[in-house]
């Protein structure tokens, strides 16, 4: 999952903590960070303050003894999952917060370049897989939550030392890193099964998938480029996609194709690491938004503009029906364009905003590629 840590603030709230939970001044932000591999930081930062204002639907922080929340218009799809989260029983609750269940963006990010590579591979003028699109639909969220987990078992002690995070699961406690680590396990397990349901499933992709969930986490330590690696993560289900309807690889298609997805990856991780990049100095953290600093806007065009020209490839070479592929494919650039050209990399409420955006830029090219293939 090249791209795979799209992070944040947990929402752990069991009956004990609610009435502080009401107003902690993160956990009710709409538009912390629904990454779906959570990037994290090792220390708190006067910063902190200064991003949370700048949020307009958080709530004020006060003095301890005297929080009053302010009156702000919530984000409704997450508020509306968190509630159905915090419906389950009170033993379940940390795990599917653990698992990000109530942050769903990430899991659009990983289900898209499955979905896209699996319709691109049908025969010209026939519909995609229903039994491979429902496989991969129902094992992405299993995916997904285990490289969270995974995420926050290495984390784990610098999430303790962070105002926003220390209420994450394992940082807090109610979840024990054994438990997390088993929790990981069945969630890989489950989507094992899951995903040896298609007709030609191979142990050497899911092998090096595993791979790459797992390590992901470790790059932001290690190089300004954790991006890079997200993308390699995030856009594997190009290839797992292909090889389960075709049985092999077709490098004129795939090739493109994952070059795509992984250029799209780092430009709405960047945007998206932009949030915490005061706090990420003062960790030691790298990133690409520290890398590219005020040139972002220019690397992230550029990464743009290959997405954009890899899919037309893509589409050339697969001989998707011109007009329907293309007129979606102008759709998602200009969708692009104006993530790049709005973004405001000094708001952390805009960047999330648009990092979430990138879902429609999925649905986009994902619909482009369906009827291209229907209509070819």
């Known amino acids: 999952?090249?791209?795979?840590?799209?992070?944040?603030?947990?929402?752990?709230?069991?009956?004990?903590?609610?009435?502080?939970?009401?107003?902690?001044?993160?956990?009710?932000?709409?538009?912390?960070?629904?990454?779906?591999?959570s990037r994290k930081i090792s220390s708190y930062s006067s910063s902190y303050k200064t991003r949370v204002a700048c949020m307009s639907t958080t709530t004020s922080p006060v003095e301890k003894g005297n929080r009053k929340p302010i009156n702000v218009q919530p984000n409704v799809e997450v508020d509306r999952v968190s509630q159905l989260v915090d419906c389950l029983p009170e033993g379940i609750q940390p795990y599917a917060k653990l698992a990000r269940v109530e942050k769903p963006i990430g899991t659009w990010l990983l289900l898209f370049p499955f979905a896209w590579s699996a319709t691109l591979a049908a025969s010209a003028g026939s519909l995609p897989d229903f039994k491979t699109l429902a496989v991969f639909a129902c094992a992405a969220p299993l995916l997904r939550g285990a490289a969270c987990t995974i995420n926050d078992f290495l984390d784990r002690d610098f999430d303790k030392m962070v105002e926003r995070t220390k209420l994450r699961p394992m940082a807090s406690g109610a979840v024990t890193p054994f438990q997390g680590l088993c929790f990981f396990a069945f969630q890989m397990l489950l989507s094992h099964g899951i995903l040896g349901q298609l007709a030609n499933n191979s142990l050497m992709y899911e092998a090096l998938f595993l791979f790459l969930i797992c390590t992901y986490p470790l790059m932001k330590r290690m190089t300004y480029w954790p991006q890079a690696y997200l993308g390699l993560t995030i856009n594997w289900g190009i290839l797992l996609g292909w090889h389960a309807i075709k049985g092999s690889l077709q490098p004129s298609i795939?090739?493109?194709?994952?070059?795509s997805g992984y250029c799209w990856t780092i430009v709405y991780d960047t945007i998206y690491a932009h949030q915490d990049k005061e706090d990420d100095v003062?960790?030691?953290?790298?990133?690409?938004?520290?890398?590219?600093?005020?040139?972002t806007k220019e690397w992230i065009t550029g990464f743009a503009t290959a997405c954009i020209g890899s899919f037309a490839l893509t589409g050339y070479n697969a001989a998707l029906a011109g007009w329907p592929f293309y007129a979606f494919l102008a759709a998602a650039a200009a969708q692009l364009a104006w993530q790049i050209g709005t973004a405001d990399l000094s708001s952390p409420a805009d960047c999330n905003r648009k990092f979430v955006s990138n879902k429609w830029f999925g649905a986009l090219i994902f619909s482009g590629i369906l009827l291209g293939r229907v209509f070819s």
């Open 1 to 37: 999952m090249a791209s795979l840590s799209v992070s944040h603030a947990s929402l752990f709230s069991t009956h004990p903590t609610t009435r502080m939970l009401k107003h902690h001044p993160t956990l009710t932000t709409p538009f912390t960070n629904p990454f779906l591999f």
């Open 254 to 259: 795939v090739l493109p194709l994952f070059l």
């Open 282 to 295: 003062k960790a030691g953290i790298k990133s690409t938004a520290l890398k590219f600093g005020e040139s």
